[in-house]
């Protein structure tokens, strides 16, 4: 399975980025795997961002960015998508996206999640 982040980028605080990532493999079924976002800044661990379920209509949120962000999902595209509104100076961070195979979980600790993309990195100024 590979997963590929983009959307990543430079803004100033209160602007809004969409990042999206890119699922595909040999037999992978996308609609069959919980997606995740995750961030890691600069010094420091990674940590839970957004949870969506196979069908999207699941969904949960680290209480940093409830409110603000929103995690979707196309199956017909297997994409998942990351909306960040209001961004703050603090959601500065490489943003990874993550895939887990385990049905009905919806995973809020990086060990439950069996693939990784790469990262893409936003950095938000004051």
């Not at 209001?86 to 490489?94: G, N, R």
Request: aromatic share 12%.
């Amino acid at each position: 399975v590979q997963l590929q982040a983009s959307g990543g980028g430079l803004v100033q605080a209160g602007d809004s980025l969409r990042l999206s990532c890119a699922a595909s493999g040999h037999s992978f079924i996308f609609n069959r795997y919980v997606m995740g976002w995750f961030r890691q800044a600069p010094g420091k661990e990674r940590e839970f961002v957004a949870v969506v379920g196979w069908l999207g209509g699941a969904t949960e949120y680290a209480d940093s960015v409830k409110g603000r962000f929103t995690i979707s999902r196309d199956n017909g595209k297997n994409r998942v998508y990351l909306q960040m509104n209001s961004l703050k100076p603090e959601d500065t961070a490489v943003y990874y996206c993550a895939a887990d195979l385990t049905p009905y979980r919806l995973g809020r600790v990086a060990h439950d999640y069996d693939f990784w993309g790469q990262g893409t990195l936003v950095t938000v100024s004051s």
